[in-house]
Nanobody, 125 residues
Framework: QVQLVESGGGLVQVGGSLRLSCVAS????????MGWFRQTPGKEREFVGG????????KTPNSVLGRFTISRDNAKNTVYLQMNSLKPEDTAVYYC??????????????????WGQGTQVTVSS
């Protein structure tokens, strides 16, 4: 049974930082491309970062470029999302996801095979 478990969310002030973690089990983690998405009520899930199986290729969208960094540690079956200079508009539930297309950075939800339950991030002003 595949499980993705996010942690590290919480309440932070504007300009602060958080590091989200996602621990995977039940799959060969090192062969999967990993991604982070976020979602607010009434909106579609938004891609905020992706990394290929080996960690050599990453991508973040313009909305978080220079503030969010995705990385992975295959020895720990964990993917991270470092979030700096947080803004109120970063408030959302953050999800990690795993895609069998390991050699690509995947930005569309439909190409992910597994999802975590999400962790809430709230940025207060």
């Amino acid at each position: 049974q595949v499980q993705l478990v996010e942690s590290g969310g919480g309440l932070v002030q504007v300009g602060g930082s958080l590091r989200l973690s996602c621990v995977a089990s039940g799959l060969t983690f090192s062969t999967y491309s990993m991604g982070w998405f976020r979602q607010t009520p009434g909106k579609e899930r938004e891609f905020v970062g992706g990394v290929t199986w080996g960690g050599y290729v990453t991508k973040t969208p313009n909305s978080v470029l220079g503030r969010f960094t995705i990385s992975r540690d295959n020895a720990k079956n964990t993917v991270y999302l470092q979030m700096n200079s947080l803004k109120p508009e970063d408030t959302a539930v953050y999800y990690c996801a795993a895609s069998r297309f390991g050699s690509e950075v995947i930005s569309t939800t439909s190409q992910y095979d597994y999802w975590g339950q999400g962790t809430q991030v709230t940025v207060s002003s």
